[in-house]
């Protein structure tokens, strides 16, 4: 079973699944309230814990100026759209270029050949 696990995380899946908990952790830390509520407290901490093993495991086989750059790019991006999107923070302009240009920039990285 355990063999099986591994063959199905690849440094993608890795980089993907790390991406998606980091996401979760911090909407999670959002309605911790500062880490004053025990649930989404555990949940955050436990989620960024995850995410940074996940994350580790696809540096075995990816670059860590490629992986670190997605792994953050696209998980600053994720929040700021679901904060704007989802938890009511306010849209503006500037915001949404400069996720944008996050986005830009990940895939810019990507393009060169870094990986």
Same mark, same amino acid.
């Not at 495991?57 to 929040?79: C, F, H, K, N, Q």
């Not at 700021?80 to 990940?106: F, Q």
């Given at each position: ?5 591994? $063959? ?7 980089? @993907?699944?790390? #991406? ?5 952790? /911090? #909407? ?10 025990? =649930? ?5 901490? /436990?989620?960024? $814990? ?7 495991? @696809? ?18 991006? $994720?929040? @700021? ?14 915001? #949404?270029?400069? #996720?944008?240009? =996050?986005? @830009? ?6 393009l060169s050949g870094a990986h």
């Open positions: 079973m355990l063999g099986r696990m591994k $063959a199905l995380l690849t440094p993608g899946v890795s980089l @993907a699944l790390a #991406i998606a908990v980091e996401i979760l952790a /911090t #909407i999670a830390l959002k309605y911790s309230e500062g880490l004053s509520r025990l =649930v989404p407290s555990v949940l955050s901490l /436990t989620g960024y $814990a995850l995410s940074l093993l996940l994350l580790a495991r @696809a540096l075995l086989a990816i670059p860590v100026s490629t992986a670190y750059a997605v792994w953050s790019g696209a998980g600053t991006a $994720a929040v @700021a759209a679901i904060g704007m999107t989802l938890l009511g923070e306010p849209v503006s302009a500037m915001k #949404i270029v400069a #996720i944008g240009l =996050v986005v @830009a920039g990940v895939v810019m990285l990507n």
